[in-house]
């Protein structure tokens, strides 16, 4: 008891002579002070003892409330110490003859099982899963809140869908991971078994160092699911029985794999207007790779389409400038509208500058030659670049999927950063107004009818990554047509598609301004303030994090956490990082929310989503220290970062990377993520609930096998129903969920071979509901990898 008390002193006046609290050194004191009154056996050790079990008890409850995982660091070494002296109980009342047995095992039994409950209980029902009435659903409309259905001039197939297919990423180009299908309900989900797996065989190879992720979510049409593994290799295979059909291997250069990692997020599906059914490529399958082509294939047998581009492909790599291989690649599915094929492609975030332009193109869908270009350095300017010269480079890029309305003719383009994330003093007028902002484009021309901005002068890699919703909306003036954008900033922002104004007010606030030589700030950021936000748990408080809400597994690590948490710059949302000094990001760079988006239930008007509660810590470093450290950009030296993003080019480079203690779990209390329901005619959260166990993982890396909600990250999002159900994996374990749409009640699960991080779909055939996913984890989460696509149905009556 001496010596933890001595250690706990310590620790405890490093974190007093940052300005933290004093509890723990005071703690340090009268341990070490019953330790020692214990050996010289001096009743007055055991009250001290008891006094101090007590008030840590009553400290612990003022700081932590209802949260049964923050009283963990606070209480459980208490628990442990106070059961070793009741292990002792006959050699100490032999030393302290004049205490009492029973007063003894109070302190020491009584005392530290109550502390043990107040730790349990609420972990085990917890406060912060908040289910909804099942009368509220009887409250509801019956009339559909939205239309699923949108016409398309040219017979688009990726416009819209039915309870059949799946026709583009996220179910059609209205980008709402909704299907009609109602055969799955909440009252026979629990009946889901598994109807086949198939195994796409693109597993990582022994030693390799590329990362493997994968997050595709297939098509569905007619009777085939269309798809692609990590490496590009795309394959279709029977709908209702996993057969492959054919597979087509785009044999991607693998130089280009190592920066951005093997991955793709889905294919695209096109069918050519007026053509023969059974002629060649009639019905084609096409997906943008790594090594920045577009390829096309023949639906019905893999076959390339000779006559598109080259040989089926097109070189993207044409006027982005010089770069080296991995910089730049194209990893979500396009989007096909008018017969456009409309993508962009990631940047490497944070390397260099100039970096590969950003610039965003559309292709014939029949030809694959390039119709125009939206590129910020030529404003109205929209042909392609001439031979050997490049689009603007370092211009803010387009990585993640992407909406469209066929009716208006509009693509909704998601933008993030200008090369060099976290320092923004070189950018120009035209990166400053179109960074981390939604851009309509005309999908004839390419070029820009409105955009809106929903981060100024972003310099916290708050890069739009949420795909857009397309919805119609009620307003005082009728329903109008929407688009629902989320963010990683935590904003849930509501605008008109037709013309970018807010159907719900979005206010200018006043935020914290930089003191970094060069560098500037913006006055105000937009925040949607009458939606919910995903700081935190969504709703409409802003979380502002203290000490208080600092966390650790044992008191040392959470010292640490609150020493951190002391040192570094921290003014709330929106606090500009300084030099050479850590600040606290929150929501951090992940968000929020991420590319995954959030769900439209466009039957019962529920926007479901799982966001993250995870803050990071971010500075900036001085060219000449990085210099000094031989830091080097990934298109210097792959792999010679030193850590940093490097920002090769600009006055500062960053560090930046969650928030986490020494024992590698993060510096806040659980929980770490939610999935929840927000109600779009209220704009009310309906319910929440901590999303994801500890199960697969744990202190070290090692999985706790406990299945506590205790609330973890999530990538990727799920599938919801008109039957009232939303299906999900996506968290960091190794589980599939079904859960009431209304309620957010849990009604299924399935234990899955690797982590689920791809979006399910789902849809109806030969009169049974399918759900399918593709399991093949995320190596950079990280989850476990595998090869799987799985189906799930009801039994067969």
């Known amino acids: 008891m001496i010596v933890l008390g001595a250690a706990l002193l310590f ?7 940052v300005g933290g609290s004093f509890v723990y050194a ?10 020692v009154l214990h050996l010289q056996r001096k009743q007055l050790g055991f009250w001290l003892f008891a006094l101090l079990s007590v008030a840590t008890y009553v400290w612990s409850i003022w700081e932590s409330g209802s949260n049964g995982w923050a009283y963990i660091p606070r209480l459980a070494w208490l628990i442990a110490v106070s059961f070793l002296w009741l292990a002792c109980w006959s050699v100490v009342l032999r030393m302290l003859p004049n205490i009492r047995p029973r007063t003894y095992a109070a302190v020491h039994g009584a005392l530290p099982l109550v502390m043990l409950l107040t730790i349990l209980v609420p972990i085990q029902f917890p406060s912060a899963v908040q289910l909804a009435d099942t009368s509220l659903a009887q409250q509801r409309p019956a009339a559909p809140f939205s239309r699923s259905q949108m016409t398309s001039p040219d017979g688009n197939i990726a416009a819209s869908h039915d309870e059949t297919n799946w026709t583009a990423y996220a179910g059609s180009n209205m980008g709402n991971h909704y299907s009609a299908a109602a055969q799955i309900t909440p009252t026979n989900i629990g009946q ?8 796409h065989g693109d597993v990582k190879p022994a030693g390799s160092k590329v990362a493997y992720l994968n997050e595709s979510t297939p098509l569905k049409i007619g009777d085939l699911l269309y798809t692609c593994t990590p490496t590009q290799v795309i394959v279709a295979v029977e709908a209702t029985t996993g057969k492959e059909r054919w597979r087509f291997d785009s044999k991607v250069d693998p130089v280009y794999l190592k920066g951005g990692g093997a991955n793709c997020r889905g294919v695209a599906y096109f069918e050519v207007p007026g053509a023969q059914p059974d002629s060649a490529c009639a019905r084609r399958v096409i997906w943008g790779t790594t090594d920045v082509r577009l390829g096309a294939v023949d639906a019905t047998t893999g076959q390339p389409c000779e006559s598109f581009g080259q040989g089926g492909f097109v070189d993207l790599k044409q006027g982005l400038g010089k770069f080296r291989p991995g910089s730049t690649a194209i990893t979500s599915a396009p989007t096909i509208i008018r017969g456009t094929i409309v993508t962009g492609g990631q940047v490497i975030d944070s390397d260099v500058r100039p970096a590969p332009s950003g610039v965003v193109r559309g292709y014939d869908a029949i030809t694959g030659q390039q119709r125009w270009a939206w590129d910020l350095g030529r404003p109205g300017v929209n042909t392609p670049a001439p031979a050997g010269e490049t689009y603007t480079l370092s211009t803010p890029n387009s990585w993640a999927p992407l909406s469209a309305d066929d009716e208006l003719g509009l693509v909704y383009v998601t933008t993030g950063n200008a090369a060099g994330d976290f320092y923004g003093g070189t950018r120009t007028e035209q990166e400053g107004k179109y960074s981390s902002a939604l851009v309509a484009l005309d999908a004839s021309t390419g070029q820009p009818r409105w955009h809106f901005q929903t981060v100024h002068h972003d310099v916290w890699d708050y890069d739009l990554s949420p795909q857009p919703n397309l919805v119609d909306f009620p307003t005082p003036d009728g329903v109008r047509p929407a688009v629902i954008q989320a963010t990683k900033s935590a904003q849930i922002f509501v605008l008109d598609r037709v013309t970018g104004q807010p159907l719900v007010p979005v206010t ?23 939606m919910p936000n995903t700081m935190g748990r969504p709703g409409k408080a802003h979380e502002l994090l203290t000490e208080a809400s600092t966390w650790g597994l044992t008191p040392f690590d959470h010292i640490q956490c609150r020493i951190d948490f002391r040192q570094a710059h921290y003014e709330g949302q929106w606090t500009p990082a300084r030099v050479d000094q850590q600040t606290l990001v929150y929501p951090g760079h992940h968000g929020g929310l991420n590319w995954g988006g959030v769900m439209v239930d466009l039957q019962r008007g529920l926007l479901l989503l799982n966001n993250q509660r995870l803050p990071y810590m971010q500075s900036l470093v001085s060219r000449e220290k990085l210099d000094a450290m031989g830091a080097k950009s990934f298109q210097q030296a792959p792999g010679k970062s030193k850590g940093f993003r490097v920002q090769e080019g600009q006055a500062y ?3 930046k990377g969650p928030w986490m203690s020494s024992l590698n779990q993060p510096c806040i209390a659980p929980p770490w993520g939610f999935l929840s329901a927000i109600d779009l005619r209220t704009r009310e959260v309906v319910w929440s609930r901590p999303f994801g166990t500890g199960y697969d993982s744990g202190p070290w890396g090692i999985p706790s ?25 996506a968290a960091l374990d190794q589980f599939i969920r079904g859960y009431n749409s209304e309620t957010g009640e849990l009604l299924w699960e399935q234990r899955l071979p690797a982590g689920n991080q791809a979006s399910p779909l789902t849809f109806m055939a030969n009169g049974r509901q399918y759900v399918v996913a593709v399991v093949g984890g995320h190596e950079r989460i990280p989850t476990k990898l595998g090869d799987s696509i799985i189906a799930w149905a009801l039994p067969q009556k």
Not at 11 to 17: C, D, K, P, T, Y
Not at 26 to 35: D, E, I, N, R, Y
């Open 653 to 655: 480079g960053a560090s």
């Open 705 to 729: 096998r406990t299945k506590w909600e205790i609330g973890t990250p999530s990538d990727g999002t799920g599938v919801t129903t008109a039957g009232g159900v939303t299906i999900i994996g």
């Open 192 to 199: 889901l078994e598994k109807v086949w797996e198939y195994h």
């Open 11 to 17: 620790a405890g006046v490093r974190l007093l002579a």
């Open 26 to 35: 005071l703690t340090g004191v009268l341990l070490m002070a019953s330790g």
């Open 508 to 530: 200018e606030v006043p935020v914290p301004q930089t003191d970094v030589p060069g560098e500037r700030t913006a006055a105000t950021q937009p925040m949607s303030l009458d």
